[in-house]
């Protein structure tokens, strides 16, 4: 049988994995950081009636560029952003995978701080771009001191920052991502997949766009807006890097269809987004009880929490397993991440953990 050290791909690429996490079928799924409340009945009968306008003209190319989305996804964002300011695709993974290809690539050097989202180097890797993992402080965070002694050192073409940060739950203070665009030569890319479920008084990077050409605002519709499936992600950015990525997006990328369901979605993101208080909530939840049963927990401004185990997490992640509980073994040594589901969810998961945890 074939494998795929029989087939002549990339050197660089020999020995990887794929990403991904385990798909299975248990009672309660807290794993990706998925929204666990399912599309409101308003909202389905909105993006059904959305898509079906578009089904008639499906031998049609779509709008290449998106206006129509671009424009709705500016008015959401605010901070006088416009249509030109705003990029979408295929998940925010398709947006930074078109900003890698743009500013990155063969010869270039992209920089994150681990531990963080997982995607980021196996993006710089299929795009030909040398990956290098920085760490973050030992409580998960980072000064300003430490980002800008890792760029002066590494002189990276592009810097991955995210604020709230994937696996850790951290947000950043704007003081990093200002003394980041002050050192950086090349592009920095804001991450803010979890975003919306930031405590209040977190700041977005946002409002750092004006006269920062070089900074990116990356976001999702995959988590607060419950709209995973839909598969859409955006940036926000000076109009010329919109422009910029454009040069290497593939024709038509955005379907008619997809383009039409995220119209709904965002027009009516008043219930989808209806959700994102009864989440934090019981993010909030989970950091408390934990806490008070004496585990270590790393504070949270996203929809997930991580937490130690007080040994190999690979055990704890199979005993939750057992008990009908699926979470993320992210490979960070002594540490899981659990996604804030529902009350119910999330009460199975504090039963589980009160057993597996003691």
């Given at each position: 049988?074939?494998?795929?050290?029989?087939?002549?791909i990339?050197?660089?690429?020999?020995?990887?994995?794929?990403?991904?996490?385990?798909?299975?079928?248990?009672?309660?799924?807290?794993?990706?950081?998925?929204?666990?409340?399912?599309?409101?009945?308003?909202?389905?009968?909105?993006?059904?009636?959305?898509?079906?306008?578009?089904?008639?003209?499906?031998?049609?190319?779509?709008d290449?560029?998106?206006?129509?989305?671009?424009?709705?996804?500016?008015?959401?964002?605010?901070?006088?952003?416009?249509?030109?300011n705003?990029?979408?695709?295929?998940?925010?993974?398709?947006?930074?995978?078109?900003?890698?290809?743009?500013?990155?690539?063969?010869?270039?050097?992209?920089?994150g701080?681990?531990?963080s989202?997982?995607?980021?180097?196996?993006?710089?890797?299929?795009?030909?771009?040398?990956?290098?993992?920085?760490?973050?402080?030992?409580?998960?965070?980072?000064?300003?001191?430490?980002?800008?002694s890792?760029?002066?050192?590494?002189?990276?073409?592009?810097?991955?920052l995210?604020?709230?940060?994937?696996?850790?739950?951290?947000?950043?203070?704007?003081?990093?991502?200002d003394?980041?665009?002050?050192?950086?030569?090349?592009?920095?890319?804001?991450?803010?997949?979890?975003?919306?479920?930031?405590?209040?008084?977190?700041?977005?990077?946002?409002?750092?766009?004006?006269?920062?050409?070089?900074?990116?605002?990356?976001?999702?519709?995959?988590?607060?807006?419950?709209?995973?499936?839909?598969?859409?992600?955006?940036?926000?950015?000076?109009?010329?890097?919109?422009?910029?990525?454009?040069?290497?997006?593939?024709?038509?990328?955005?379907?008619?269809?997809?383009?039409?369901?995220?119209?709904?979605?965002v027009?009516?993101?008043?219930?989808?987004?209806?959700?994102?208080?009864?989440i934090?909530?019981?993010?909030?939840?989970?950091?408390?009880v934990?806490?008070?049963?004496?585990?270590?927990?790393?504070?949270?401004?996203?929809?997930?929490?991580?937490?130690a185990?007080?040994?190999?997490?690979?055990?704890?992640?199979?005993?939750?397993?057992?008990?009908?509980?699926?979470?993320?073994?992210?490979?960070?040594?002594?540490?899981?991440?659990?996604?804030?589901?529902?009350?119910?969810?999330?009460?199975a998961?504090?039963?589980?953990?009160?057993?597996?945890?003691?």
């Amino acid at each position: 049988m074939t494998t795929i050290d029989d087939l002549p791909i990339r050197d660089d690429l020999r020995g990887k994995s794929p990403y991904g996490a385990p798909q299975l079928d248990v009672p309660v799924r807290l794993n990706t950081n998925e929204n666990s409340y399912p599309v409101p009945d308003d909202v389905v009968e909105a993006i059904g009636k959305a898509v079906q306008a578009e089904l008639r003209d499906l031998n049609r190319y779509p709008d290449r560029d998106a206006i129509a989305l671009r424009t709705e996804l500016a008015g959401y964002l605010g901070h006088d952003l416009t249509t030109a300011n705003v990029w979408a695709a295929n998940g925010s993974n398709e947006v930074q995978q078109q900003l890698l290809q743009t500013f990155a690539g063969p010869g270039r050097k992209a920089l994150g701080f681990g531990p963080s989202y997982s995607m980021h180097p196996l993006l710089a890797a299929g795009t030909g771009t040398e990956w290098i993992g920085s760490l973050r402080d030992p409580d998960f965070g980072l000064s300003p001191d430490r980002a800008v002694s890792e760029i002066e050192q590494h002189d990276p073409d592009l810097v991955f920052l995210c604020s709230p940060n994937n696996p850790t739950g951290t947000a950043l203070d704007p003081a990093v991502i200002d003394a980041v665009l002050g050192t950086a030569r090349g592009m920095v890319i804001v991450d803010e997949a979890y975003t919306e479920f930031a405590r209040p008084g977190t700041p977005s990077a946002l409002t750092l766009l004006p006269g920062h050409p070089r900074l990116v605002v990356s976001r999702t519709m995959s988590k607060a807006f419950g709209f995973a499936g839909g598969r859409l992600g955006y940036l926000a950015a000076d109009p010329a890097v919109v422009d910029a990525v454009q040069l290497v997006r593939l024709p038509y990328h955005l379907s008619a269809i997809s383009q039409a369901a995220a119209r709904a979605a965002v027009v009516h993101r008043a219930s989808l987004l209806k959700t994102v208080e009864a989440i934090k909530e019981q993010r909030d939840r989970i950091v408390d009880v934990l806490r008070a049963r004496g585990v270590r927990v790393a504070d949270s401004d996203a929809n997930f929490v991580l937490f130690a185990t007080g040994g190999d997490q690979r055990v704890a992640w199979q005993a939750f397993l057992d008990r009908g509980v699926l979470i993320r073994d992210v490979g960070l040594a002594g540490w899981l991440r659990v996604t804030a589901g529902t009350e119910s969810e999330t009460s199975a998961f504090l039963d589980a953990a009160e057993e597996i945890l003691s």
